[in-house]
């Protein structure tokens, strides 16, 4: 998604904090518009229903955390410090949006109803970013293959399950954070020569 800018700007910004406050099925586009200081209207010049303004929002959100996970992986540093990095990101940014909203598991409902291609194609490009970065690590010997000899492929993947299982798991922000740290450590001292 392009820059966003102006009244559209203003009716995703509204758009989230209703969502978010009110979940994805109590809110509705009078309320967004209100919200947002237009008629209703106005948004369906933007965007031709809820259900759009929703994928919009989703398409929004991840292409904000794929760039801030390129930033991390184009980043000049240890290879595991660019991973942790990017791990930290993509998971503890998706866990802290879901988490703070009072409707956080309605909206990962609606997520996987209405916007489930979105984050599939997040997803892949995510899992690619880490392939790359451990294949980086692997040939420069920053990262140490495994006794059963791992590719980049399946290790990537396992440090992506696990992430996930961080989230499923992580009862708030704190403990998210806690638990991925320590998740981190183990990382590192298996795969850090």
């Given at each position: 998604?392009?820059a966003v800018v102006g009244k559209e700007r203003a009716i995703l910004d509204a758009a989230m904090r209703l969502f978010s406050q009110r979940g994805?099925?109590?809110?509705?586009?009078?309320?967004?518009?209100?919200?947002?200081?237009?008629?209703?209207?106005?948004?369906?010049?933007?965007?031709?229903?809820?259900?759009?303004?929703?994928?919009?929002?989703?398409?929004?959100?991840?292409?904000?955390?794929?760039?801030?996970?390129?930033?991390?992986?184009?980043?000049d540093g240890p290879i595991f410090a660019r991973l942790a990095a990017a791990l930290r990101v993509k998971f503890g940014r998706l866990f802290r949006?879901?988490?703070?909203?009072?409707?956080?598991?309605?909206?990962?409902?609606?997520?996987?109803?209405?916007?489930?291609?979105?984050?599939?194609?997040?997803?892949?490009?995510?899992?690619?970013?880490?392939?790359?970065?451990?294949?980086?690590?692997?040939?420069?010997?920053?990262?140490?293959?495994?006794?059963?000899?791992?590719?980049?492929?399946?290790?990537?993947?396992?440090?992506?399950?696990?992430?996930?299982?961080?989230?499923?798991?992580?009862?708030?922000?704190?403990?998210?954070?806690?638990?991925?740290?320590?998740?981190?450590?183990?990382?590192?001292?298996?795969?850090?020569?």
């Open positions: 998604m392009n994805y099925r109590k809110t509705s586009i009078e309320e967004i518009a209100a919200a947002a200081g237009i008629g209703k209207g106005t948004v369906y010049l933007y965007f031709e229903s809820k259900e759009r303004l929703f994928r919009a929002l989703c398409e929004l959100v991840t292409n904000h955390v794929l760039a801030e996970v390129e930033a991390a992986v184009g980043d949006i879901v988490a703070s909203a009072p409707y956080g598991r309605e909206l990962v409902e609606s997520r996987d109803e209405l916007a489930s291609d979105v984050f599939r194609a997040f997803d892949r490009r995510f899992e690619a970013l880490v392939i790359e970065l451990v294949e980086r690590g692997m040939l420069r010997r920053e990262i140490r293959a495994t006794s059963q000899r791992l590719t980049a492929k399946a290790i990537a993947q396992t440090l992506l399950a696990a992430s996930r299982g961080v989230s499923l798991a992580a009862r708030d922000a704190a403990d998210f954070d806690r638990r991925f740290e320590e998740l981190l450590a183990v990382i590192a001292e298996g795969l850090t020569p």
